[in-house]
């Protein structure tokens, strides 16, 4: 699996971005798929996660009720709508894809990574 994030950019505190993930593979449909997020000198993060239908979903406690994870298996694609962005959602933003039956929230239970997208985020 060969996986695609972009949709990162700058945007004012209260604003909206939304990312998008485009995987390549035909198993892409089977597996969860997770947004994770690194700032500068700070570990990767879980940010929200997904199972493979879409019928599950996960976030961290500070997204909760700002961000929404989606994901279209016919288009191979996984979005996250990030809403009412702070300062404190500036990072690099990843997308992940865990062979697993379940959503993890850890990064060491993820097999492939995309490259990340800048998401800046200003006060």
């Known amino acids: 699996v060969q996986l695609q994030a972009s949709g990162g950019g700058l945007v004012q505190a209260g604003g909206s971005l939304r990312l998008s993930c485009a995987a390549s593979?035909?198993?892409?449909?089977?597996?969860?798929v997770g947004w994770f997020r690194q700032a500068p000198g700070q570990e990767r993060e879980f940010v929200a996660g997904?199972?493979?239908?879409?019928?599950?979903?996960s976030y961290r406690d500070s997204v909760k009720g700002r961000f929404t994870i989606s994901r279209d298996n016919a288009k191979n694609a996984v979005y996250l709508q990030m809403n009412s962005l702070r300062p404190e959602d500036t990072a690099v933003y990843y997308c992940?894809?865990?062979?697993?039956?379940?959503?993890?929230?850890?990064?060491?239970?993820?097999?492939?990574w995309g490259q990340g997208t800048q998401v800046t985020v200003s006060s």
């Open positions: 997904i199972n493979w239908s879409g019928g599950s979903t």
């Open positions: 593979g035909r198993s892409f449909s089977r597996y969860p």
């Open positions: 992940a894809v865990a062979v697993r039956t379940w959503v993890p929230t850890t990064t060491s239970s993820y097999d492939y």
